[in-house]
C-alpha cells in the first residue's frame, strides 16, 4: 500500500506552503491594516487582487506552456486570458462613451484565444495590451467616482460595470487555476 506524503508529488517546492502561491505573510494580494472604507474602494481593491492573482498564475512559464490550449474542442489558454481581458477592459470603455466604440484588438471574435501562439512578442504584447487597456479603462472611470452615474447609450451603472470587472477577473482566474494546473501542476490559493 502506498503511503501518502505530506507533499503532493505533483508539487515543486516554491515557498514554505507547499499547497500556496505565496506564503500568506508574504503574499501581495494582502495588504496590511484595515480593508479599504468605502465601496468603491471596496471594489477597486477587489479588482487590484483579482488582477494580481491572474499575473501570479501566469509568472515564471515560457510562450509554449503560456500558450498551450486546456482541452479539446476549447482554445483557452492562459496566453489567451491575458488577450481576452485586455480586450473585454477596451470593450468596457466602449460601455460608458456615447461616441463611437473602439475597434477591437484583435480583430474578429475569439481571436484574442485564436491569436495566442507560442512567441514571446506575444507574450511580451499581450502583457503590455493587458496594461495599457486596465489603466485605460481605470482612468476614464476614475472620471466618474460616483457609483450610481449612469453612463454610455446605455445608460449604465458604475456599480454595475465595477462588478461585472469583478467578475469578469475572478471568472478567469479560475480558469487560470486550472489552466495552470495543467501546465506544471502547480496549484494554489
Not at 515557498?15 to 506564503?23: K, L
Not at 486596465?134 to 472620471?143: C, I, N, P
Request: hydrophobic share 35%; charged share 30%; aromatic share 6%.
Amino acid at each position: 500500500m502506498a503511503r501518502m506524503s505530506d507533499q503532493p508529488a505533483r508539487w515543486t517546492q516554491a515557498t514554505v506552503y507547499p499547497d500556496m502561491w505565496a506564503d500568506p505573510d508574504d503574499d501581495p494580494r494582502h495588504n496590511q491594516g484595515a480593508s479599504p472604507d468605502g465601496e468603491l474602494e471596496t471594489l477597486q481593491d477587489f479588482l487590484t487582487g483579482y488582477r494580481m492573482t491572474l499575473r501570479m498564475k501566469c509568472e515564471g512559464l515560457d510562450p509554449e506552456q503560456l500558450a498551450r490550449r486546456s482541452v479539446p474542442p476549447s482554445t483557452m489558454s492562459l496566453l489567451g486570458l491575458l488577450r481576452h481581458l485586455a480586450e473585454a477592459e477596451r470593450d468596457w470603455r466602449n460601455w460608458i462613451t456615447d461616441g463611437e466604440p473602439l475597434p477591437k484588438l484583435y480583430g474578429k471574435r475569439d481571436a484574442d484565444f485564436d491569436g495566442a501562439v507560442a512567441d514571446q512578442a506575444e507574450v511580451d504584447a499581450a502583457y503590455a495590451a493587458l496594461e495599457r487597456e486596465q489603466a485605460a479603462t481605470d482612468a476614464a472611470l476614475a472620471e466618474h467616482p460616483d457609483l450610481g452615474e449612469r453612463l454610455g447609450k446605455d445608460g449604465i451603472a458604475v456599480r454595475e460595470l465595477m462588478v461585472h470587472r469583478i467578475e469578469e477577473y475572478a471568472r478567469h482566474c479560475g480558469h487560470a487555476d486550472l489552466l495552470r494546473e495543467c501546465v506544471d501542476g502547480r496549484v494554489g490559493q
